[in-house]
C-alpha cells in the first residue's frame, strides 16, 4: 500500500500566536476536522488532533521532557512490537517542512527502549548501531541499522534539540523497510508533537 504523508495545515501559523487553546477553531479550516486521542506521558495538557479522517492513521507513542517553543527537549519516539510486523532494514522519519529545528544527526540514536509508566519514565536502555544521515532539506531523518532490527521489543528513537519557534502541531511519520528483494517502505504509523506558548 503506498502512502502519502498527512500534511499539517498552513492556517496552522496563523493560529501559533494565540496557544494551545485556539487549536479548537483550527478545525474550521480544515474539512475532515480535528479529533482528539490520547495524552503522552509526561506532557501535562497535551491533546493529540488528526488533520485527516483517515483509515490509514496509526497513532503511535512518544514523550517529550518539554514541550514549550524554543526550549532543550529529548524526544523518545517510540515504536512498539504491535506498531511493526516485521524485521527493520531502514527506517525514515518523514517531519514536516514548517518544523523549523535544526536536528542534528550526531544527537539522533536508535535505540531499545524502556517504555514508562507511573513510577518510571521513558528512556533509552540501549544503543542500537546505526548510521543516522539527515535529509538536505531536512525534511527527514534516515536510519540504516547495522543489522536488521528485530520485531520483539520496543525499540526508538531518541533526538535532542531545541524545539522550533512556531506553536501547534506537527506530524511526523515512521516508515520502515524490511528485509526483502524488493526495498519498498511501508507506512508504520505516525507521532503528533504538540509545541506549547511559553507558561509564562
Not at 35 to 55: D, I, K, M, Y
Not at 134 to 150: K, L, Q, R
Request: hydrophobic share 40%; charged share 20%.
Amino acid at each position: 500500500m503506498g502512502f502519502n504523508p498527512l500534511r499539517h495545515p498552513r492556517a496552522l501559523a496563523a493560529a501559533a500566536g494565540l496557544g494551545a487553546a485556539a487549536l479548537t477553531g483550527v478545525g474550521l479550516l480544515h474539512p475532515a476536522g480535528l479529533q482528539p486521542a490520547a495524552q503522552a506521558q509526561g506532557t501535562s495538557g497535551l491533546v493529540e488532533f488528526r488533520w485527516e479522517n483517515s483509515r490509514d492513521y496509526r497513532k503511535l507513542y512518544f514523550f517529550m521532557t518539554d514541550t514549550q517553543r524554543l526550549k532543550r527537549s529529548e524526544y523518545y519516539l517510540l515504536l512498539r512490537p504491535k506498531d511493526r510486523k516485521t524485521a527493520i532494514l531502514k527506517l525514515s522519519i518523514t517531519i514536516p517542512k514548517y518544523f523549523d529545528a535544526k536536528i542534528d544527526p550526531s544527537r539522533v540514536q536508535l535505540c531499545k527502549m524502556n517504555e514508562g509508566g507511573m513510577l518510571s519514565r521513558t528512556r533509552c536502555v540501549e544503543k542500537i548501531p546505526a548510521t543516522i544521515e539527515i535529509a538536505e532539506n531536512g525534511g527527514a531523518i534516515e536510519i540504516f541499522p547495522d543489522t536488521p532490527v528485530s520485531d520483539e521489543g520496543t525499540i526508538g528513537v531518541y533526538i535532542k534539540l531545541f524545539n522550533p519557534f512556531n506553536v501547534g502541531m506537527y506530524q511526523f511519520n515512521a516508515l520502515a523497510q524490511a528485509p526483502g528483494e524488493v526495498p519498498i517502505s511501508g507506512y508504520l504509523g505516525s507521532w503528533l508533537i504538540q509545541i506549547d506558548p511559553p507558561s509564562n
